[in-house]
């Protein structure tokens, strides 16, 4: 059910905070007793340091879902995403943690975001032990993802484009890019609909109707706020692709990575200066350069993991563990490039967010 866009209310801050941790309720979780996963003593940042050998994070219940996704048998490209997006989910909840102890969330807003942020994670990776909702995950062209887009429309745009004889190889494989960046937007807006519409339940469940009348939540209409910011850059976003998948790349484009399409896009309709513009376009160059290094990694992980298990399937101890070790360097340096380009991209965002926002 789509939620109701008039509705407003403001919970109490104890039933607010059980509103926006109950999606949590659904991943496996052990008591949280002493010493457990889920304790002070493992999750707060002062404990950082006292991470135990071997462990990939600092805060224990990001441990526990990269164990459940390991087990899972993601693809390595997959892995590294997901390490990545674990990494900062992990420092911005342990700086939200340093804030809360100086009193500066007490409308819960920061909280609120980092739950939601963690949802959309565990539903991108097939976490949220629901069947349907991983996303395609191979960001190289081959003939076991072209068929993987799971919608008609973008499976006829696709169809129509590789078939036309206008795009090369290599400009094939960036337009397969855009169809995979577009899927995973309309994918994290049907994650912020459903949250939404359940904490809007939540709401009519405990409040009653006089309250609903009279109480506005800042919250829920930042939510709705996004929601529709959300639909209008999936709309523009198909645009886009009909476009180029009938007419094919100009030969001059400002930037050819999807991600930095969108935020320049954003950023000529946000409230910069001129000066404070060109800044940003030369940054987000600078961006799309980090971006082609990642993919180029990514492409050579995915090389690396098939040349070692064919060399493990001859059963050669020398060139098996030649190749492991390749691969596994491999695998830190994607892991690590990861990591930065959504910390930038992060940052980037953020900027372009607080420009609208000064606009609106």
């Known amino acids: 059910m789509a939620p109701h866009r008039d ?19 659904l991943v496996p ?37 990269w164990e459940k996704a390991k087990r899972l048998h993601l693809s390595p490209v997959r892995l590294a995403e997901l390490h990545s997006d674990l990494k900062i989910q992990e420092r911005d909840e342990l700086n939200w943690k ?12 920061k909280e609120a975001k980092l739950v939601h942020n963690l949802n959309v994670i565990l539903a991108r990776y097939g976490l949220d032990g629901r069947k349907d909702t991983q996303t395609v995950h191979s960001n190289a062209l081959n003939e076991d993802t072209q068929d993987e887009l799971g919608d008609p429309r973008l499976e ?16 094939l494989d960036k337009l397969w890019r855009e169809f995979l960046h577009y899927k995973e937007k309309i994918h994290e807006y049907n994650v912020l609909l459903d949250s939404l519409s359940r904490a809007e339940e939540g709401y009519e469940n405990l409040l009653s109707p006089s309250d609903m009348t009279h109480i506005k939540s ?8 996004e929601l529709k910011d959300r639909l209008r850059s999936i709309n ?8 180029v998948s009938h007419q094919g790349y100009g ?32 940054e987000l160059k600078h961006f799309e350069a980090k971006i082609e290094k990642h993919n180029h990694y990514q492409k050579q992980l995915e090389i690396s993991h098939q040349k070692l298990k064919h060399v493990e399937s001859i ?31 992060q940052d980037l965002s953020s900027r372009v967010s607080r420009a609208r926002h000064n606009e609106l």
């Open 7 to 25: 509705r407003v209310s403001t919970l109490p801050r104890l039933q607010l905070l059980v509103l926006l941790l109950l999606p949590l309720l």
């Open 29 to 65: 979780q052990p008591i949280a007793g002493h010493g457990g996963k889920y304790s002070r003593e493992k999750n707060e940042p002062e404990m950082a340091a006292k991470r135990e050998s071997g462990e990939e994070f600092r805060m224990e219940k990001l441990n526990q879902l």
């Open 98 to 109: 340093k804030l809360k102890v100086e009193g500066l969330d007490e409308d819960g807003e």
């Open 156 to 171: 006829k745009l696709w169809h129509k484009a590789k078939t036309s004889g206008k795009f090369s190889s290599e400009e």
């Open 218 to 225: 800042d919250t829920l209409a930042s939510k709705h706020s």
């Open 236 to 243: 523009q976003g198909l645009d886009r692709l009909r476009k």
């Open 251 to 282: 030969p001059a484009t400002e930037f050819e990575e999807p991600r930095v399409i969108d935020l320049w896009d954003l950023a000529q309709s946000a409230n910069f200066t001129e000066k404070e513009l060109e800044s940003f376009r030369e």
């Open 315 to 345: 059963g050669d101890p020398e060139h098996i563990s030649r190749n492991k070790e390749k691969y596994v360097l491999l695998e830190e340096k994607t892991k690590e490039l990861g990591y930065k380009v959504k910390k930038h991209l």
